[in-house]
């Protein structure tokens, strides 16, 4: 079974290694992270930002700094150390043993986000799966065919044998949940093939930034959970809609953060095959944000990676009722994306300015579509 963490309520820190030239990324990420954990009901008191040359491979983190944080850790009772790099199952297993605390990583982090919010069996499976495959690549840690789940401070470690046959009953949960996901992808893609009039439209971007407002607004109704949070929607919700006499599928799904596990982006391939399959892409972007560029060129190489068909994309840029020097902001997009001007829109979904543009752009782009 999967070991589970417990995060509600529990005093945590952040942990994050940056190497001199990621320093504006390792900030950004942190302080994701820090909602991310928030996300979960963790308290967070302090976050532990380490300057290194490199990583030290068995530890993460070097004696002295280590020493610090262990401090802290005893002086503030602190109970989770949520570690922003991806650890290895010696540098998991050396952190939890020196700093007697619960280590986790970014990676499980997000795990158990998308495990949380996930509605439909076919997201739930989804999940598992990366679960399942999460836990093989840090084994012996988060899985345990034992009774007595393993975990505690000071455990001893199970043996070589036990190790094997977690390895081996792990494979197998493996094996049979692709097994049962390659049936429902099979259904699904014949429901696909039957809804083959409508143009499809997808609702894509970073998270938070406000697809499901959008999709919300575009198929007025109050079909999506729109939260102030960062992976509120991981259900793909696909709604019937209508512009002038053109009929759409328009579907809503996963939104995307910086260094989304990849074992995530392997589980969601079907999911993501609603993105890939898509006649039109509306690619949302919170202008409000410090890293809207990186934001755009993360979601974009995320696109390729899928192997969107479509060259049809509109990028939203949301959220301008809270944009600070707004102009500014605008002149510098519409420099960087001069060839592209008549396919961007500058809007705020929440006061629901611009939303008949963007159905005239969605007309207008896809009215040669042949059906
Ligand atoms: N100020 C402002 N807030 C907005 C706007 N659009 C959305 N929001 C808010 O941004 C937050 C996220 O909105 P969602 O629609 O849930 O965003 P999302 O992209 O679907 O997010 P995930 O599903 O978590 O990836 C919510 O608190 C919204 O109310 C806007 O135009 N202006
Ligand atoms: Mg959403």
Redesign the pocket.
Known sequence: MLVTTDYTEKKTVLLATVIKKNQPKVLAEISELNSLAKTLGAIVIKEFLQKIKEKTPKTLIGKGKMEELKSFILVNNIKLVICNDNLSPSQLKNLEKTLTSEVVDRTKVILDIFSKRAKTSYAKAQIKLAQYKYALSKLPKLWTHLEKQRGGIGFRGPGESEIETDRRNLRKSIKKLNTKMKLIDKQMNTQRKHRNNRIRISLV???????????NLLSKAKV??????????VDTTVRKIQIKTQRFLLS?T??FINNLPTQLIDSFKSTLSEIQASDLLIH?IDITKNSVRKDIKYVENILLEIGIKTNLIIKVF?????CRELNTKQSIIKTKYQEDIPNILF?????KTSIKLLKQKIYALTKRIPR
Do not use: R, W
């Open positions: 971007g970073y998270t938070n930034v406000g697809k499901s407002t959008i999709m999506a959970t729109v939260e102030n949070n960062l992976f509120s929607t809503d996963v939104g949302v949301n959220k301008i009722d809270i809007l705020s979904a929440l006061q």
